[in-house]
């Protein structure tokens, strides 16, 4: 049987192959009928053609030639295809907290066994994994991106020169962070003053993935003994990792000031942050008050240090008096 390789390595979607049933000698050998049994089909033709080459091919092919005088033996013939990397079990996206693991571990069908494996990320040249499965340990954000699964072989059809060949699948990561604030953008501080009537606002921007939903809540100085806080509208916008949001109270009256409580909350995790609006009259009082006190302690603690002063210099004078009373004394008892 011709081609004389057995097995007969042919490569997927190879053209117009050929196998010839061959006979060494026959009587009489004009009036020979031949015989196959592919892994297809039964044929009744000397020649087997195939157009195309699929994975239908693959198998054993085995002839037979007849004439008036008998059968003759079997001849056999396997062909074997050899075919490029077909991956899967990839996912399109990978959703992943920040943190964690990835591992992605691929399926590859080939023939022959693949011979290298390795990834390559999107816009980071750098970046080159060797390796079967994929491991990026403790993933942070900046891991976020297109990665790319290469896997490679090398087909040896008989009588032909090796063809490698190379299949890729593109996946997407998408690290998922709790938010956290966004320092380069403008923020109000965490204490802060307006005036009666006057316009207040508070705004801060968070970074996060996936985008988190926004709570304000609020506590009136005049309610300080209550526990509870109160929902109040904000205007909230967000642009892919940026969320901005605010509250604006105008003409703010003596019920806008206490404590606000922004709240940030994603799948990864929960951000806050306190503000507390003060009225203005009221600190400049508060500020009166604590110089007035101030000023009384400190005109308190003098007085107390002229008293001890004075106290102490009576107490020398003394001393000093009766020392030179005794000393006259003595002197007087000589004389």
């Known amino acids: 049987m011709e081609p004389i390789y057995n097995p007969y390595i042919v490569y997927h979607n190879q053209r117009d ?12 050998s004009t009036a020979v009928t031949y015989k196959w049994n592919s892994p297809s089909s039964t044929m009744n033709t000397q020649n087997i053609s195939i157009t195309t080459v699929t994975n239908l091919d693959s198998g054993q092919y085995v002839c037979t030639a007849k004439n008036i005088a008998g059968t003759s033996n079997k001849a056999t013939k396997q062909i ?19 943190g964690n693991n990835l591992i992605v571990s691929p399926i590859v069908d080939s023939n022959p066994v693949y011979k290298l494996v390795w990834w390559t990320k999107q816009n980071n040249a750098d970046f080159r994994y060797d390796g079967f499965v994929l491991r990026l340990i403790s993933i942070n954000r900046t891991s976020s991106g297109n990665y790319t699964c290469y896997v490679m072989n090398t087909l040896a059809p008989s009588g032909m020169p090796e063809i490698n060949k190379t299949t890729h699948q593109t996946f997407s990561v998408n690290v998922e962070f709790k938010p956290f604030l966004d320092s380069t953008k403008p923020y109000s501080p965490g204490h802060m003053t307006a005036a ?55 003409n703010a009256n003596s019920y806008n000031f206490g404590d606000y ?31 007035k006190e101030n000023t009384g302690m400190f005109l308190a603690g003098i007085v107390t240090l ?25 002197s007087s008892k000589y004389v």
């Not at 074997?80 to 920040?98: C, F, K, L, R």
């Not at 300080?224 to 969320?243: G, P």
């Not at 929960?270 to 009221?282: I, K, L």
């Not at 002063?309 to 001393?319: G, K, T, Y």
């Open 17 to 28: 192959v050929v196998l010839i049933c061959v006979i060494d000698d026959a009587n009489p």
């Open 306 to 330: 002229v008293v001890g002063l004075l106290s102490l210099m009576a107490s020398v004078l003394f001393i000093v008096r009766n020392s030179f009373k005794n000393k006259t004394r003595n």
């Open 80 to 98: 074997n295809m050899h075919y490029g990397p077909m991956i899967s079990n990839i996912s399109n996206q990978h959703d992943i907290t920040e």
């Open 261 to 291: 409580v922004f709240t940030a909350r994603n799948t990864a995790g929960v951000f806050s942050r306190r503000f507390v609006a003060m009225e203005e009259a009221s600190l400049r009082q508060e500020m009166f008050a604590s110089t």
């Open 196 to 250: 009666i009537n006057s316009t207040l606002r508070l705004t801060l921007t968070v970074i996060a993935n996936p985008v988190p939903t926004i709570e304000w809540t609020f506590r009136a100085d005049k309610d300080w003994n209550s526990c509870n806080f109160v929902s109040i509208v904000s205007n909230t916008t967000s642009n892919e990792f940026f969320t901005t949001s605010s509250v604006l109270i105008k």
